[in-house]
C-alpha cells in the first residue's frame, strides 16, 4: 500500500537516513516528524529509553512514524497545550485573589 504525501504524511525516501528506524514496511514510514515532538515528555506515549547519560533513545520507537502518527501526535500535543493552559488560567486566578487580600 503507498501512502500519498500530504499534511499528514510524508515519506521522504531520498533522505540518506531513510527509514531511521528499523521498519518490515517502508512504505508506511512517516517522515513528517522527523524529530519527535513528543521527546520533551517524560511520558511521550512511545518506546523511548532514558539512558544514563540523560538522552532518550528512540530508536526502538515508530509512534511518530507510523501512518496515523500524525494524529496520534497532534492529539497529545493539544493535551499537553490544554492542560498548560489550565495550569496558567489556575496561576492567574491564584494571583488575582491574592492580590485582592492585600
Given at each position: 500500500?503507498?501512502?500519498?504525501?500530504?499534511?499528514?504524511?510524508?515519506?521522504?525516501?531520498?533522505?540518506?537516513?531513510?527509514?531511521?528506524?528499523?521498519?518490515?514496511?517502508?512504505?508506511?514510514?512517516?517522515?513528517?516528524?522527523?524529530?519527535?515532538?513528543?521527546?520533551?515528555?517524560?511520558?511521550c506515549?512511545?518506546?523511548?529509553?532514558?539512558?544514563?547519560?540523560?538522552?532518550?533513545?528512540?530508536?526502538?520507537?515508530?509512534?511518530?512514524?507510523?501512518?496515523?502518527?500524525?494524529?496520534?501526535?497532534?492529539?497529545?500535543?493539544?493535551g499537553?497545550?490544554?492542560?498548560?493552559?489550565?495550569?496558567?488560567?489556575?496561576?492567574?486566578?491564584?494571583?488575582?485573589?491574592?492580590?485582592?487580600?492585600e
Amino acid at each position: 500500500m503507498t501512502i500519498p504525501n500530504s499534511h499528514r504524511f510524508f515519506r521522504n525516501t531520498e533522505c540518506r537516513y531513510f527509514p531511521c528506524h528499523k521498519t518490515d514496511r517502508p512504505e508506511e514510514f512517516n517522515c513528517l516528524f522527523c524529530f519527535c515532538p513528543l521527546y520533551f515528555l517524560d511520558d511521550c506515549g512511545g518506546q523511548g529509553v532514558l539512558l544514563d547519560s540523560g538522552i532518550k533513545d528512540c530508536s526502538g520507537c515508530m509512534v511518530p512514524h507510523a501512518p496515523d502518527g500524525y494524529d496520534l501526535v497532534m492529539s497529545r500535543l493539544r493535551g499537553e497545550f490544554d492542560a498548560i493552559k489550565r495550569e496558567s488560567a489556575r496561576r492567574t486566578q491564584r494571583e488575582t485573589e491574592e492580590k485582592g487580600e492585600e
